[in-house]
């Protein structure tokens, strides 16, 4: 919606008189006369917000957190290398050696006095089709005797090893399902989460507004209201009006004079806190340039819906929330009843007296499987109802995720009816601006000539000023109103496209 040519002259006028009594008072009260200065529109502010705010510089981080712990997640199907080792160990003990003597056991006594040194180099490798894992390992160990004056080399140049739990619960087919969900949620949240910032720069950039209105209307009230009073004085002393009509305009000056305190007050303290959210740390002077249009856009609430339900952070967090608790369900299901793990490892070894020996060609064979099996006997139904629990859990969760999509549908739908008629409201309160600053001025050209009494002009005065806040308070709501739709659709509506940032930019690499 575009104001007629009229109103624009009109709100322009009442603009830039605000803009100059606000940048002369705020050289004089909140800052030296060499700090530097800024003239910011709307999107100005909303821009250096998303830039240099504390509350945008900790989406970032936030962000690049979540995207550390998704290569962390992608790393782990990727090889893995290893290498171990222990460069000295020294045994000064007595161990227990047992013996076969004449068909039975013999125990022995021995003195250990040995240095040993040790290295291992592994690889290994997730399985996600399966959930185990394989490795290769090669490793090496020399023992010294002390006692002997003997060396013992051991070598496993090759050999491979293969786990498998046998329990149905497989770890990384569940990591494949989430955490792309989750790095998901993160990037959609980051967007989101500009939008907020977007949102509470915008409210405190419409409270400076506020206040800067308030300091011009102040000032020119106070001055106003000090020509009536020595109108007032003049007629008093000539016996055109009554005492109780001079005491009248008498209090209103000394408001106006208490006002314009006031006034100056609030608009130190609405520069403050906008200066501080934007992140600047220098004692700058903000002025603000007020645009009075509003973009003739009605946002369509079914395509608000869509492009919510597909883009927000909150329902991929829905959905996230319910695999999560599946994997606990899952996870609690497998440690239930009997528990089996494979393992098998097949390699070559050998130990001798010489290093050159030991990695000589010929190795012997060394392999092995085992099989693990776990059997709860006794555990007082610990493992029953701890799956239980996961699976009150998960059925929970998923009534509270269902009824969540629900509220949030609806806040969507709110959302946007709210916008869509706050133009309407917009226009309806820059016509009773126009309408009330027309008619305290002809309340005041009739008091000058005696139409009409001091009550009915502060009441044409009340109007005004009411009507300026009023219309600034809802100028200010439009603009909330449209980042919260923004916020909740990750849409721009206005260019009629998504919105996107550079995530490379922000991860830096």
Same mark, same amino acid.
């Given at each position: 919606?575009?104001?007629?040519?009229?109103?624009?002259?009109?709100?322009?006028?009442?603009?830039?008189?605000?803009?100059?009594?606000?940048?002369?008072?705020?050289?004089?009260?909140?800052?030296?006369?060499?700090?530097?200065?800024?003239?910011?529109?709307?999107?100005?502010v909303?821009?250096?917000?998303?830039?240099?705010?504390?509350?945008?510089?900790?989406?970032?981080?936030?962000?690049?957190?979540?995207?550390?712990?998704?290569?962390?997640?992608k790393?782990?199907?990727?090889?893995?290398?290893?290498?171990?080792?222990?460069?000295?160990?020294?045994d000064?003990?007595?161990?227990?050696?047992?013996?076969?003597?004449?068909?039975?056991?013999?125990?022995?006594?021995?003195?250990?006095?040995?240095?040993?040194?040790?290295?291992?180099?592994?690889?290994?490798?997730?399985?996600?089709?399966?959930?185990?894992?394989?490795?290769?390992?090669?490793?090496?160990?020399?023992?010294?005797?002390?006692?002997?004056?003997?060396?013992?080399?051991?070598?496993?140049?090759?050999?491979?090893?293969?786990?498998?739990?046998?329990?149905?619960?497989?770890?990384?087919?569940?990591?494949?399902?989430?955490?792309?969900?989750?790095y998901?949620?993160?990037?959609?949240?980051?967007?989101?989460?500009l939008?907020?910032?977007?949102?509470?720069?915008?409210?405190r950039?419409?409270?400076?507004?506020?206040?800067?209105?308030?300091?011009?209307?102040?000032?020119?009230?106070?001055?106003?209201?000090?020509?009536?009073?020595?109108?007032?004085?003049?007629?008093?002393?000539?016996?055109? *009006?009554?005492?109780?009509?001079?005491? @009248?305009?008498?209090? $209103? !000056?000394? #408001? %106006?004079? =208490?006002?314009?305190?006031?006034a &100056?007050?609030?608009?130190d303290?609405?520069?403050?806190?906008?200066?501080?959210?934007?992140?600047?740390?220098?004692?700058?002077?903000?002025?603000?340039?007020?645009?009075?249009d509003?973009?003739?856009l009605?946002?369509?609430?079914?395509?608000?819906?869509?492009?919510?339900?597909?883009?927000?952070?909150?329902?991929?967090?829905?959905?996230?929330?319910?695999?999560?608790?599946?994997?606990?369900?899952?996870?609690?299901?497998?440690?239930?009843?009997v528990?089996?793990?494979?393992?098998?490892?097949?390699?070559?070894?050998?130990?001798?007296?010489?290093?050159?020996?030991?990695?000589?060609?010929?190795?012997?064979?060394?392999?092995?499987?085992?099989l693990?099996i776990? *059997?709860?006997?006794?555990?007082?139904n @610990?493992?029953?109802? $701890? !799956?239980? #629990? %996961?699976k =009150?859990?998960?059925?929970?969760? &998923?009534?509270?995720?269902?009824?969540?999509?629900?509220?949030?549908?609806?806040?969507?739908?709110?959302?946007?009816?709210?916008?869509?008629?706050?133009?309407?409201?917009?226009?309806?309160?820059?016509?009773?601006?126009?309408?009330?600053?027309?008619?305290?001025?002809?309340?005041?050209?009739?008091?000058?000539?005696?139409?009409?009494?001091?009550?009915?002009?502060?009441?044409?005065?009340?109007?005004?000023?009411?009507?300026k806040?009023?219309?600034?308070?809802?100028?200010?709501t439009?603009?909330?109103?449209?980042?919260?739709?923004?916020?909740?659709?990750?849409?721009?509506?206005?260019?009629?496209?998504?919105?996107?940032?550079?995530?490379?930019?922000?991860?830096?690499?």
């Amino acid at each position: 919606m575009m104001f007629s040519p009229i109103n624009r002259i009109f709100f322009s006028v009442i603009l830039c008189s605000s803009l100059f009594v606000t940048a002369a008072n705020a050289q004089n009260q909140d800052a030296p006369a060499s700090a530097p200065k800024y003239v910011f529109t709307l999107e100005d502010v909303v821009q250096l917000a998303k830039e240099q705010s504390n509350a945008a510089i900790a989406a970032r981080h936030q962000f690049r957190s979540s995207y550390y712990r998704y290569r962390a997640y992608k790393a782990s199907y990727l090889p893995q290398v290893m290498l171990t080792t222990s460069p000295t160990t020294y045994d000064h003990s007595i161990y227990t050696v047992n013996s076969s003597v004449n068909g039975g056991f013999q125990s022995q006594e021995v003195k250990r006095n040995t240095f040993t040194s040790s290295a291992g180099l592994n690889i290994s490798q997730e399985v996600a089709l399966t959930g185990g894992s394989v490795s290769l390992e090669s490793d090496f160990r020399r023992v010294q005797n002390l006692t002997s004056k003997s060396t013992d080399y051991t070598t496993s140049p090759l050999r491979f090893l293969f786990s498998q739990p046998l329990n149905g619960y497989n770890l990384l087919k569940w990591e494949k399902k989430i955490e792309p969900l989750r790095y998901e949620e993160a990037k959609q949240a980051y967007i989101a989460q500009l939008e907020f910032v977007s949102f509470t720069a915008t409210m405190r950039f419409f409270n400076l507004a506020t206040a800067q209105i308030a300091l011009t209307m102040a000032e020119v009230n106070l001055k106003n209201n000090k020509e009536l009073y020595d109108i007032s004085k003049g007629r008093y002393m000539i016996g055109t *009006i009554a005492e109780d009509a001079l005491l @009248q305009m008498e209090l $209103r !000056y000394m #408001q %106006a004079e =208490s006002a314009l305190s006031t006034a &100056q007050i609030e608009i130190d303290l609405a520069r403050m806190s906008l200066r501080s959210y934007l992140g600047f740390r220098d004692n700058v002077v903000i002025e603000l340039n007020i645009n009075p249009d509003v973009p003739a856009l009605k946002i369509p609430s079914d395509k608000a819906l869509e492009y919510a339900l597909s883009n927000s952070p909150d329902v991929i967090s829905y959905n996230r929330q319910i695999l999560d608790a599946e994997q606990a369900a899952a996870r609690a299901k497998s440690q239930k009843g009997v528990t089996m793990n494979l393992s098998a490892s097949y390699g070559l070894n050998k130990t001798a007296t010489e290093f050159n020996q030991a990695y000589s060609p010929r190795f012997d064979d060394a392999q092995g499987v085992a099989l693990s099996i776990a *059997i709860p006997i006794l555990d007082w139904n @610990q493992s029953r109802n $701890r !799956y239980r #629990q %996961a699976k =009150s859990q998960q059925e929970m969760i &998923q009534t509270q995720m269902e009824q969540s999509t629900t509220d949030f549908q609806q806040q969507v739908f709110l959302q946007v009816m709210q916008f869509n008629m706050q133009e309407k409201q917009v226009y309806i309160n820059a016509k009773a601006d126009t309408v009330a600053q027309k008619g305290y001025e002809v309340a005041r050209q009739r008091y000058f000539t005696g139409k009409v009494n001091v009550t009915d002009l502060n009441i044409a005065d009340d109007a005004k000023n009411a009507a300026k806040q009023k219309y600034i308070l809802e100028l200010g709501t439009y603009w909330q109103y449209y980042y919260r739709v923004r916020q909740y659709t990750l849409f721009d509506f206005l260019n009629n496209k998504p919105l996107d940032v550079s995530f490379d930019d922000i991860i830096g690499e």
